[in-house]
Every structure is written in structure tokens, then in C-alpha cells.
């Protein structure tokens, strides 16, 4: 069973910053890819950010260039660095992995981008 717990979601301005957190309760050694999907009002959840056991990163065009994700596996977290913010970045941020052909979440965190 894997626990994942987000943290760092809030309010702020267009062109600001934020940086999520997400908490692993276990070693995420094992897992071969960690990423961070959101989810805005109506519409469906889509994936913002990849990062394999390697370090390699991926991102879907909407965000790159803007956000950075990353992993520190000495303390089990993958966090998700988001800068430009713009107000079609709102959305409710998840925090992905699979492991064992089992998928789980975290509970989320919202991210609002509004003047």
C-alpha cells in the first residue's frame, strides 16, 4: 500500500509561483515513474509532469518551460516547481504513481491563479 500526501497548493497572482510537494510513505526507490496530473472544474484530469527512476523529465506542452518536476529519494518526495503561473493553471494538482500494476493518488491540493 502506498500513501501519497500533496502539500503546497494555494492562491496566487498571474505570473507567480508555487512549488508542490508530494510525500511518498514509502521508499520511492523502487518506482520507475512518479508524475503530477490536475484536474479543473469540468473538465478531465490531465497529466503536467513526469519523472523516471533516471531523473529523465517529461511534460506536456500547456506547461513546459514553466513547470520543473523533481525527486528526492532520500526523502521520498517528488515536487513540482511552477513558475509563469497562468489563471488556466487552476485546478485541484494530484500527486501518481503506479507500483505493482496498482494505481494511487494522493488526495490533492488546489492551486488557484486569479488577479
Known amino acids: 500500500q502506498v500513501q501519497l500526501v500533496e502539500s503546497g497548493g494555494g492562491s496566487v497572482l498571474p505570473g507567480g509561483s508555487l512549488r508542490l510537494s508530494c510525500a511518498a510513505s514509502v521508499s520511492i526507490l523502487g518506482f520507475d515513474a512518479m508524475s503530477w496530473y490536475r484536474q479543473a472544474p469540468g473538465k478531465q484530469r490531465e497529466r503536467v509532469a513526469t519523472i523516471l527512476a533516471t531523473g529523465i523529465t517529461n511534460y506536456p506542452d500547456s506547461v513546459k518551460g514553466r513547470f520543473t518536476i523533481s525527486r528526492d529519494n532520500a526523502k521520498n518526495t517528488v515536487d513540482l516547481q511552477m513558475n509563469s503561473l497562468k489563471p488556466e493553471d487552476t485546478a485541484v494538482y494530484y500527486c501518481?504513481?503506479?507500483?505493482?500494476?496498482?494505481?494511487?493518488w494522493g488526495q490533492g491540493t488546489q492551486v488557484t491563479v486569479s488577479s
Open positions: 501518481y504513481v503506479n507500483s505493482r500494476s496498482r494505481n494511487y
